[in-house]
Each structure stands twice: as C-alpha cells, then as structure tokens.
C-alpha cells in the first residue's frame, strides 16, 4: 500500500550548521511531495512542495531534492536556527488521489545553541 | 493562520458520549478537512469537504461523521466517543484548486475516558 516514512525520528544539528531531514516514499505515481513543519503547540504549516517531474527546488533557506530512482525526498534547511526546531513532516498527494494527503510519521529537529 | 477557529481546544469526555467538534473559517475556501494526530502515525485524514453538503471519507473515517451545511464551519462528530479516540484534531483548509498547500487550525485535544 501507500505509504510516507522517515528515516530518523531525531535530529540534533548546532545553530548555524545545515540540516537534511529525509522521507521514502512507495507511491511512485505520486504528483506532489510536500513538507510541512509542526512547532509544539500549533497545527501544520505548509514549509515547500515539488512536483513529481522536478528533482529539485528552492525556497527561502529550504531546499527540497526529490530522487525517484530510489524514490527518495529530502529537505534542506540552510544556516540553521532556533526557530526551525519543530517536528517536520513528508506528506504526497499521489495522483488521481485528489485532495487526500498522505503524511509522513514527522521528524523532530532540535537546534542546539 | 488562514483565518482558522477550533473549538474546543480541549475536551474531557466519557466513553459513549457524543462529541462535536468545531472548525470554523472566515475567508470562504471551498476544501476543508479533518485530521487526528496520534504518536508514531503523523497525521490521518478522516473526512473532508469540497463544498457546501459535499463530503468523502479519509483514510480513518470510522467512527466519525462530518456535516458542512455552510461554507465557513465543518463539523466532526463522534456519535459514541471510544478511548481509541483520544487524540489531537486538526482541521485544514485549502486555500487554491493545488489541495496539497493546506493550512491547519490550531487543533483540538480530545481525551475519551
């Protein structure tokens, strides 16, 4: 069946170093992979997304590297900071499934200062 | 936060009650949904709504059912709350037709005794 997993379920980095958090993913038909990023306390926010036929793309700090050969999603944070500590999660809408994501079990980064 | 209201925010209810929850929007987007979040399983959606009376079941809609008779509240309802329900409730909402860029309210903490 379809499913979105992460690798780590902890990742400590200091401030000011760059952070990768990784997702797998087994719904190779999927159109979209999305990350969203989770503080204690509050509902999801949407972080960055990239469309199945992308191998990379780029926000403001973020980057995201899609590798469907080992169906593979990965996100990037640059110069991290206090603020990014949160859980992050995977999430995919696969295609044809609409409105109906998939998340990932979540990732907690802790910034250490 | 997308102009996104929950409510309650917390709730203490005995086994076999019913419960409502509560999520109200105030900019008139047409997707809503409802998500539990529980330790180790991410976020799982359980119903969601692309309209006014127009609903369709998640991936975790047993037990729960929905109603959306205006456009700005979504209603989730526990008709005989059970202990496998306690968890944290999270209603999203889609801002354009890209349903995967969803922004989430900020939760409602359900304990079933």
């Known amino acids: 069946g379809e499913s979105v997993g992460l690798h780590l379920p902890t990742l400590s980095v200091q401030e000011g170093d760059n952070s990768i958090i990784n997702c797998a993913y087994s719904n190779s038909a999927s159109d979209y992979f999305i990350w969203y990023k989770q503080e204690s306390g509050k509902g999801p926010q949407f972080i960055i997304d990239i469309r199945s036929n992308m191998d990379k793309r780029q926000g403001q700090r973020v980057t995201v590297l899609l590798n469907k050969t080992v169906k593979h999603l990965s996100l990037q944070i640059a110069a991290t900071q206090p603020g990014d500590s949160a859980v992050y999660f995977c999430?995919?809408?696969?295609?044809?499934?609409?409105?109906?994501?998939?998340f990932g079990t979540g990732t907690q980064l802790k910034v250490e200062l | 936060d997308a102009g996104i209201t929950q409510s309650p925010r917390h709730k203490v209810t005995e086994t076999g009650t019913p419960v409502t929850l509560r999520c109200h929007q105030t900019e008139n987007h047409r997707y809503m949904y409802w998500y539990r979040q529980d330790p180790g399983h991410g976020l799982r959606l359980i119903h969601y709504?692309?309209?006014?009376?127009?609903?369709d079941k998640g991936e975790v809609s047993d037990g729960y059912s929905v109603s959306r008779s205006k456009t700005e509240d979504f209603l989730l309802t526990l008709e005989s709350a059970t202990s496998s329900q306690t968890s944290v409730y999270f209603c999203a909402i889609s801002v354009t037709s890209g349903n995967h860029e969803q922004y989430f309210g900020p939760g409602t903490r359900l304990t079933v005794t």
């Open positions: 709504s692309y309209g006014v009376k127009d609903t």
């Open positions: 999430a995919e809408t696969p295609t044809g499934g609409g409105n109906k994501l998939t």
